[in-house]
T-cell receptor, first 113, second 116 residues
Framework: AQSVSQHNHHVILSEAASLELGCNYS??????LFWYVQYPGQHLQLLLK??????LVKGIKGFEAEFIKSKFSFNLRKPSVQWSDTAEYFC???????????FGAGTTVTVRA | GAVVSQHPSRVICKSGTSVKIECRSL??????MFWYRQFPKKSLMLMAT?????????EQGVEKDKFLINHASLTLSTLTVTSAHPEDSSFYIC????????????FGPGTRLTVT
């Protein structure tokens, strides 16, 4: 089974600052990778996903993530955050032949105006 | 995008009673749905995979007799917490597998269960 670790539990930053959230997974085979966001009081939404191809993936709301296979990492980035990016961010993984998702512990991002 | 709903959004019940939570895919048919449990400040833990027309597959450590799952139609899966106890209090989230992009899931808004 896969496991997912997110390095930051809580990140606090100011508007316009750059954001990078770390995500590492442990699984020897081919994986699909996801970042989900959960805004306060709302359901999980897909930010971006990687299945194959270009390891630099662009998602919604200006987010991007880079898959580095050698490092088993899929870090999320945003060059300039906004107050509205305050949310919980989850990295998730599934094996290429399995629909079940394994989630990281999540990172709470607080953006101060 | 596809929409998944859950009902109720919040429920409070007394210890020893059973509670049913519904998960519906509103604009697509979902042969597979998933049930997760989310503890405060914690990640989502997959409880079980719900397959339409067949028995659910439970993750290790999840009591199948306590968390009954029924997926009677292509748009509805239910989770029944039987003989609920305070330790069952949690946030329960369902998701439905995208019928086109099979490895994607759409998530419901969750149900907050409080057992007193």
């Amino acid at each position: 089974a896969q496991s997912v670790s997110q390095h930051n539990h809580h990140v606090i930053l100011s508007e316009a600052a750059s954001l990078e959230l770390g995500c590492n997974y442990s699984y020897g085979g081919t994986v699909n990778l996801f970042w989900y966001v959960q805004y306060p009081g709302q359901h999980l939404q897909l930010l971006l996903k990687y299945f194959s191809g270009d390891p630099l993936v662009k998602g919604i709301k200006g987010f991007e993530a880079e898959f580095i296979k050698s490092k088993f990492s899929f870090n999320l980035r945003k060059p300039s955050v906004q107050w509205s990016d305050t949310a919980e961010y989850f990295c998730a993984v599934n094996a290429w032949n399995d629909y079940k998702l394994s989630f990281g512990a999540g990172t709470t991002v607080t953006v101060r105006a | 995008g596809a929409v998944v709903s859950q009902h109720p959004s919040r429920v409070i019940c007394k210890s020893g009673t059973s509670v049913k939570i519904e998960c519906r895919s509103l604009d697509f048919q979902a042969t597979t749905m998933f049930w997760y449990r989310q503890f405060p400040k914690k990640s989502l833990m997959l409880m079980a995979t719900s397959n339409e027309g067949s028995k659910a597959t439970y993750e290790q450590g999840v009591e199948k007799d306590k968390f009954l799952i029924n997926h009677a139609s292509l748009t509805l899966s239910t989770l029944t917490v039987t003989s609920a106890h305070p330790e069952d209090s949690s946030f329960y989230i369902c998701s439905a597998r995208d019928p086109v992009i099979a490895y994607e899931q759409y998530f419901g808004p969750g149900t907050r269960l409080t057992v007193t």
